[in-house]
């Protein structure tokens, strides 16, 4: 299912960092996720370390 915007899933985390992950990277149901492992983060792009700089 890889591929597109349309399987691309936002999850914000307890400590207010923001992940952006295929819905195939991440374990669960993704109603009830509000903290990813440190597995499923490596597979992520951890999108709070992006904002706010030159490239945007």
């Known amino acids: 299912m890889k591929g597109?915007?349309?399987?691309?899933?936002w999850i914000k985390d307890r400590d207010g960092a923001?992940?952006?992950c295929y819905l195939?990277?991440?374990k669960g149901t993704i109603d009830l996720k509000e903290e990813l492992d440190d597995?499923?983060?490596t597979r992520c792009l951890n999108v709070s370390q992006m904002v706010g700089?030159?490239?945007?």
């Open 24 to 26: 195939d990277d991440i």
């Open 53 to 56: 700089t030159e490239r945007w």
């Open 39 to 41: 597995e499923e983060k």
């Open 4 to 9: 597109g915007y349309e399987s691309i899933v």
């Open 18 to 20: 923001e992940y952006a």
